[in-house]
């Protein structure tokens, strides 16, 4: 399964859960940059997971928009790995 994580600076705690989840490709945007609104989602992502602490405003509604032509699940999620309801 393939996430794309969108927003923060330090996920290793994050990337680690979904890996013990069953996670086996993990993308990471950092999300501030203006230009973060310029990247496309890669196309074998399965789950979008968007620490909202920690993002452009702007790119999170881009994201949803996509998301949802491409019918892809989004969670959002403070950026700590015990607020995830995600599940594999």
Same mark, same amino acid.
């Given at each position: 399964?393939? !996430?794309? &994580? =969108?927003g923060g600076d330090k996920i290793d705690s994050i990337k680690e859960e979904l890996i013990a989840r069953g996670v086996t490709d993990i993308a990471h945007w950092v $999300? /501030? *940059?203006? $230009? @973060? *609104? +310029?990247? !496309? &989602?890669? *196309? +074998? !992502?399965? /789950? &979008?997971v968007v620490l909202t602490n920690y993002v452009n405003h702007s790119l999170v509604g881009k =994201? #949803? #928009? @996509?998301? *949802?032509r491409l019918n892809i699940p989004i969670e959002y999620t403070k950026n700590s790995r015990r607020y995830m309801s995600y599940a594999a």
């Open positions: 399964m393939a !996430t794309l &994580i =969108i $999300g /501030r *940059k203006h $230009g @973060d *609104k +310029n990247n !496309t &989602i890669p *196309k +074998n !992502t399965q /789950r &979008i =994201i #949803k #928009k @996509d998301a *949802k």
